[in-house]
């Protein structure tokens, strides 16, 4: 069965500051990959998406995410956080081998900002 | 473009009663949909998803339900509320060919008393 682990709950960072979350994946095949972004209150918004080429993908505001399959990762990265990037992070995989109807998602990484 | 509803934002209903919520899609046609459970500190479980009208898969065994009486309406019910089944509830929807990402709205935030 596919799995998305985030192992980092919570990380603080200054503004600033540069940004990696860590993402690991279990899939049977090549999968395909999500990060998404949640505010408080609020449901996901798309940062980016993984399907194949390329394995360095740009997201919006400023994110990017590189697949690495020796690794089962697909960490996401930012060079410098703004206050508004204080969110929760969600990776999630799916693909063909389970029909594209479903995701799974990662238990997510909430993100402080300090000044 | 496409825009996704969800309604209403915040319930509060009591232990025992009926439960409908809606869930909505503009500007897209067949799309699959998506009901999903999101507790406090956790990620996403998801509940039901659906391929088209009239049908509907579950994903885990619960007290919720799920229907598709139109092609871009999606609606999550109970007949009687557990206080187990407060939470956050998100509706998505993705493009029903290839390979594409979901798209979420903003949620109902239910609480059970």
């Known amino acids: 069965a596919q799995s998305v682990t985030q192992p980092d709950i919570h990380i603080t960072v200054s503004e600033g500051a540069s940004l990696e979350l860590r993402c690991n994946y279990s899939?049977?095949?090549?999968?395909?990959l999500f990060w998404y972004v949640q505010s408080p209150g609020q449901g996901l918004q798309l940062l980016l998406k993984?399907?194949?080429?390329?394995?360095l993908v740009q997201g919006i505001k400023g994110f990017e995410a590189e697949f690495k399959r020796s690794q089962s990762s697909f960490n996401l990265r930012k060079p410098s956080v703004h206050w508004s990037d204080a969110a929760e992070y969600f990776c999630a995989v799916g693909g063909p081998l389970f029909g594209n109807e479903k995701l799974t998602f990662g238990t997510g990484t909430r993100l402080t900002i300090i000044p | 473009s496409q825009t996704i509803h969800q309604w209403p934002a915040t319930l509060v209903q009591p232990v025992g009663s009926p439960l409908s919520l809606e869930c909505t899609v503009e500007?897209?046609?067949?799309?699959?949909l998506y009901w999903y459970r999101q507790a406090a500190g956790r990620g996403l479980q998801l509940l039901f998803y659906s391929v088209g009208i009239g049908q509907i898969s579950s994903e885990v065994p619960q007290n919720l339900s799920a229907s598709r009486p139109q092609d871009r309406q999606f609606i999550l019910s109970s007949k009687k509320l557990l206080l187990s089944d407060s939470g956050f509830y998100l509706c998505?929807?993705?493009?029903?060919?290839?390979?594409?990402?979901?798209?979420f709205g903003d949620g109902t935030r239910l609480s059970i008393l």
């Open positions: 998505a929807w993705s493009e029903g060919r290839g390979h594409q990402p979901q798209h």
């Open positions: 899939y049977g095949a090549t999968p395909y």
């Open positions: 500007g897209t046609s067949n799309p699959n």
């Open positions: 993984y399907f194949s080429g390329d394995t």
